[in-house]
């Protein structure tokens, strides 16, 4: 028989289409029985979640407070794996105040220090080349550099992180508090990974999603849904091979 593997995956937020999103992973998730997966929309159930074989985040604006932060550090000392995705460091409360956030400001330094990396803006939904750093490490090797179509994730990040994919960016990103002008900063990580005791973190910044009602009450309606990177077969390979390495089954 073979052995179970538990797994909690967070989806929740905002301005993203959170049920696609949910789905497509849990059905990724599905395509290996062992797996047994618990869904939450947040960080609340940390007992739960520290208790998994490994963790996945696909979230916007979800921020935990200081003893859930805690947590995932103490998951991570032990060897626990958190595959992060997309948004999992974008919390818009922090850089922007929006109406209607009430999460804890002071769990932020931590939450980003913890995940390597913090959001700070992105220039408008477009066309752009992710390259390929490690083409040893078997996330990413035999994976050529590719074209996408998504939220180009321009990041305050640690210098310590091992980075396997990436991309180039040099201007400015009108709209966002931190605006700052970008072209000292050309390369930015798309794909990291970092340690942190026995366990380690990869995230992956790709995978923006929209469905009709997600702007609301900025935008009442988006006419056409946004799929960005869940277009490409690279995108679901990247996905699989991610859950492989949340086993501990890819280095």
Partial sequence: ?????????IAGGRFHDIDFARLELLKLLAEDSRIQTKVGGDY????????SD???????DVLPDPQQVAGLA?????????????????VLRVIGDLEGCSCP???????????????KSHPPIGQYRVDVTDIVRPMTAGIASFETIDEQYLMQHSNTLEVLLETRFSGQTPGFPDNADWSQQQVHPVLY????????????????????YD??????????????SWNLPVYYDLLRRG???SMSELA
């Fill in 215 to 228: 702007l609301q009450p900025y935008l009442d309606y988006v006419p056409v849904p946004e799929r960005c």
């Fill in 54 to 60: 490994f963790l996945i985040t696909y979230t916007c």
């Fill in 105 to 119: 400001r002071e769990a932020a330094p931590e939450f980003f220090d913890l995940l390597g990396s913090q959001f």
């Fill in 74 to 90: 103490s998951f991570l000392e032990r060897g626990g794996r958190w595959f992060a995705l997309h948004g999992t460091n974008s």
């Fill in 1 to 9: 028989m073979r052995n179970r593997i538990s797994a909690y995956l």
């Fill in 44 to 51: 609340r159930e940390i007992d739960e979640i520290c208790a």
């Fill in 243 to 245: 859950i492989r390495w």
């Fill in 193 to 212: 990974s970092k340690k942190y005791g026995r366990g380690e973190i990869m995230y992956l910044t790709l995978g923006h999603c929209r469905g009709h």
